[in-house]
């Protein structure tokens, strides 16, 4: 049976043992202390390659503020509790004050790391540090770029089909909870707030790939893939807006649904539970509820007609976004048939 080692332990973790490894090996080779490098090798891996190079620009500047301020707190006082406090604050001020925000970790730790090391050598250390920050950046982000490149596009359809299901689920359940008059429910709020993780979790993994594509070429396959899951989070976002609509009321509603109501909302939790293929965009329950809001009066039943309209427009959603996402696979299907007639 064969494993593939990245699913097992993780590219990222490979790629951290890497470059601390090649890290290490170099600065013993050029006779380096390599403890400042492997933890600057170790705190710069990042999720993309692209991420690395951008950040590798900050972070640069950001370690040499952070070696300066401790050699000279280090010079002025001596090496205490005071110079380590000082020099971790003064890095952190500093790097913040000139927005070198990525770098503000690697500079604190080689100013911190630096005060008990330097001893009577300023200038020697200084160096020395600054060379070996330097090689744990490059070495990572090298590694970062030509290692093991982030491919997240099936974690990203993964987590897309199961938010699917469960946002499918957690509709169905809430219109049950508003036929049954349950206007507060800690149980779909719960539910939401899972799915609303889900959708976060997909949308930063997207941001990733997308990234990742600006230094490492994808066929036409995999930017097909892209653009369908695209296209998937964006309407679900807005799938998702609509239905915590009708999760999150307010606390001293008073609206109660009639026999009909119950009964139109209820044919359409029937028609959810079938298979989308069968859906329509207009049935008898949704022109039901259309007729019988332009009954209704706009001020005192004002809440009852937002529901209603927000059922109406979440169904719809559905049945469309479902019927355009069948129509474009049939035509990726079609285009992908080989033009000689065979099968």
Known sequence: MKYDIRKIIGPRIIKTGLSTFLTALICMALDLPPIFAVITAIVTIEPTAYASLKKAYVRFPASIIGAFIAVTSLYIFGENAFTYSLAATLTILVTYRLNL?????????TAVAMVPSVQDAYVFNFLSRLATTTIGLATSTLVNFLILPPKYAGQIEALTKASTRQTHSLLIQRLGELVAGKYESDKSEKAYTKVQNAITETEKLLKYQQDEYRYHKSNREEMRLMNQLERELQFKKLYFTHLGNLIYLPEDI?????????????????YLNRDLDELTM?????????RHIRSLDDEADAFKIHLLYEIIIIYQMIVQHHKAGSITHKKVQTNSRPKDGTT
């Open 101 to 109: 925000h990525s770098g503000v970790l690697v500079a604190a730790i």
């Open 282 to 290: 207009t049935n008898s329950a949704v022109r039901f509820i259309r």
């Open 254 to 270: 008073s609206m109660k649904f009639t026999s009909q109501e119950k009964a139109a909302v209820e044919e359409i939790i029937d």
